[in-house]
């Protein structure tokens, strides 16, 4: 496979995660060679998303973290005497303390097949991508929002549809194959089912048949409505493809530097969204709704007639609180907190803002910061709807396989599967040459991109990272019932004790398509301080019952039930210069994995900087041409005219194309 492999590309990227991706992207978008590796079988590394199956599998193998097999054991005689080697990792180090529980009922899981699963195929090197089986068995509650549609009604759930002249999305089978890591819908041969090496899976039947609703998917009655469905084990593992698990948790501000740049780049065209639909806040043990707009607030029942007056008259003032320094200058040093006690504000309002607009740590973020958080929320609000938040249907999982997709259709080469050994160092000039891969091949570029996850312990003996507690929940109801079950919410659960941080808590519905019906996923984050389990088990028992037993107090009943849950913690690379790694050559640049951070700023800014320290000349990620605005030379249209010229069947075609794409197209012709 190595052999199909050209030997010299003008950029080498390592890793496929989001920043990883954009850079990828928008190298092969300036004309630059691009080749793409990763050892993992599945795109997106820690931003990637699994079915149920693919992630029991991925659990398995980081409790295991068994060492990937050499299968070059003599890669070092390939290096010559004027070159030195910078060995890279051979496994990922970056995830820890793997604790899975299942809370359900559990019934006998053995030999059951998850419905609709497809056969894997190995995967090694691809030019191009990899082909994404058509999204033929959507629901019409899949459909989400156009980045085009700003400010559109009902935005919460607008359907592209193919009347709207921008669709947010197409199949990928549509206009081009295109890579897709999405364990819950990937086609055979894109290894995203399993981890490698792992076996933890439930078979799979080759040609079985969609799964049937009726039959495990009942239309909810009204005694349903009052008392959750009970959800087993089993039914859980059948319906595996109907999940889409992140291992990160993100929302994308509405009009933050993600969004931006998927509309520029027009790469929102691979992918729909979903606007988040309220924002919770937990206050006094009871988790209860916070008013964001101005109508939200003004029809409010929480709050009395002062506190909306109160509440709009500081929210305009951080709209532009630049413009009145004199309200904020004498305390610049304080904590928001503090800030916040001088405005005159009810403590349930300091408690809104602080927590669940600003969302800022309470003891270490200052009044600047405060302000600036609070206003960049308020600045997202009615663009796409209610609130400030975005959210991928399939997960955050298909943000990476946009820009890879946007990447393959410029030319650039993706290989799965296909482990990097080393870089080679030229000792003459320091510059790195070329890698050698797992087939002893060596490939040479100018640039090299490098997952941080890649590097050896020798290489980052120097960096002190911070580490990012997680957990994921499967629950059958919602944190907050109200008339619709279809919700996407945020909610920010201030400190437990003193010295702990605030946990962030994002709630995901069935309609963005990754759970199956009647359970949500919840997803927690926090920045570490101890394990994952410590970390953010207390949180988990305020918030839901843990309880197997069927017969519990009336206080847990109302609670949502946990039928099953992971604890992990994720090292937090970002903010790492790039003079703490040792050894590393000037054309070398790293990649951070995700932050703690509720949006994705910090992974678009690196993949910005590193760009233009490669190509200062070049545009980031411009648009892509209209291909009704392309002019070609006579010489290039006169042999396809006459080739159309000869086949009648394509005659129609060609006129109902001219008809439809206006005067642009009349102007083409005439030229």
């Not at 050209?6 to 920043?19: M, W």
């Not at 190995?122 to 400010?151: C, D, M, R, T, W």
């Not at 990928?172 to 890579?179: F, L, Y």
Request: aromatic residues 8%; negative net charge.
């Amino acid at each position: 496979m190595a052999d199909n492999l050209p030997a010299e590309f003008d950029v080498v990227v390592v890793g496929t995660g989001l920043p990883e991706s954009i850079i990828a992207a928008a190298c092969a978008r300036s004309g630059q060679r691009v080749l793409h590796v990763d050892s993992r079988n599945y795109y997106g590394g820690n931003w990637a998303s699994f079915s149920f199956s693919g992630l029991l599998s991925w659990i398995k193998e980081n409790q295991q973290k068994t060492d990937l097999s050499d299968e070059c054991e003599d890669w070092r005689k390939l290096i010559l005497e004027d070159e030195e080697a910078i060995p890279l990792s051979s496994k990922d180090k970056t995830i820890q303390h793997v604790e899975d529980f299942c809370f359900g009922d559990q019934d006998s899981a053995e030999g059951v097949e998850e419905a609709g699963a497809l056969p894997k195929l190995p995967v090694f090197g691809v030019p191009a991508a990899q082909g994404v089986s058509p999204e033929s068995e959507e629901s019409p509650a899949a459909k989400g929002i156009s980045l085009g549609s700003e400010g559109s009604p009902a935005a919460e759930e607008v359907s592209p549809g193919p009347e709207k002249e921008n669709p947010a999305v197409e199949s990928p089978g549509e206009e081009e194959q295109a890579p897709g890591s999405d364990p819950g819908r990937a086609a055979p041969g894109a290894g995203a089912e399993t981890a490698p090496g792992s076996g933890a899976a439930p078979s799979t039947a080759s040609g079985e048949s969609a799964p049937e609703p009726a039959k495990t998917e009942p239309a909810p009655s009204e005694s349903a409505a009052q008392e959750p469905k009970r959800i087993t084990y089993s039914q859980i593992v059948r319906e595996g493809r109907r999940f889409n698990i992140d291992l990160v948790s993100k929302l994308l501000y509405s009009r933050g530097l993600l969004i931006d740049l998927l509309i520029k780049s027009n790469v929102s065209r691979y992918a729909e969204f979903k606007n988040a639909t309220r924002v919770l806040a937990f206050r006094e043990g009871k988790v209860e709704q916070v008013p964001c707009s101005r109508a939200d607030v003004f029809n409010s029942r929480q709050l009395t007639m002062v506190e909306k007056r109160m509440l709009m008259k500081f929210l305009t003032f951080c709209l532009d609180y630049e413009q009145h320094p004199e309200e904020y200058q004498d305390y610049e040093n304080s904590t928001f907190a503090q800030f916040l006690q001088t405005r005159k504000l009810t403590p349930s309002l300091q408690h809104f803002i602080l927590h669940s607009i600003a969302m800022v740590p309470e003891t270490e973020s200052s009044t600047l910061q405060g302000l600036q958080a609070t206003r960049k929320f308020l600045q997202c609000l009615g663009r796409y709807g209610n609130t400030p938040f975005l959210f991928p249907l399939y997960g955050q999982g298909e943000i990476p396989q946009c820009f890879c997709r946007l990447c393959a259709v410029f030319g650039g080469i993706y290989c799965l599967r296909h482990a990097v050994r080393c870089l080679v160092l030229d000792r003459a000039s320091g510059r790195c040459k070329a890698i050698v891969d797992h087939f002893g091949q060596r490939i040479s570029a100018n640039y090299f991109i490098v997952e941080d996850s890649y590097l050896s312990e020798s290489t980052c003996a120097n960096v002190c990272y911070r580490q990012i507690s997680r957990a994921v929940l499967i629950t059958d109801q919602s944190v907050l019932n109200t008339d619709s079950e279809q919700q996407v919410s945020i909610l920010t659960v201030p400190p437990l004790e003193p010295g702990r941080a605030a946990v962030c808590l994002i709630e995901l519905c069935s309609s963005t398509m990754t759970c199956m019906k009647d359970t949500y996923l919840v997803h927690l984050t926090c920045p570490s301080a101890k394990t994952a389990r410590e970390d953010l088990e207390p949180v988990v028992q305020k918030l839901f019952n843990l309880n197997t037993e069927k017969e519990t107090e009336n206080e847990e009943r109302e609670k949502p039930r946990v039928l099953w849950a992971v604890y992990f913690n994720m090292r937090d690379s970002s903010g790492v210069e790039k003079s703490s790694y040792a050894g590393l050559p000037s054309n070398v640049y790293v990649c951070s994995g995700p932050d703690s951070a509720l949006g994705n700023d910090c992974a678009v800014k690196q993949a910005e900087t590193i760009f233009r320290e490669m190509f200062p000349t070049e545009e980031f990620c411009p648009p892509p041409p209209n291909p009704e605005d392309i002019i070609y030379d006579e010489d290039e249209i006169e042999p396809e005219e006459s080739g159309l010229n000869n086949s009648p069947e394509t005659k129609p075609e060609s006129s109902a194309e001219e008809s439809s794409s206006g005067d642009g197209a009349a102007v083409a012709k005439e030229e």
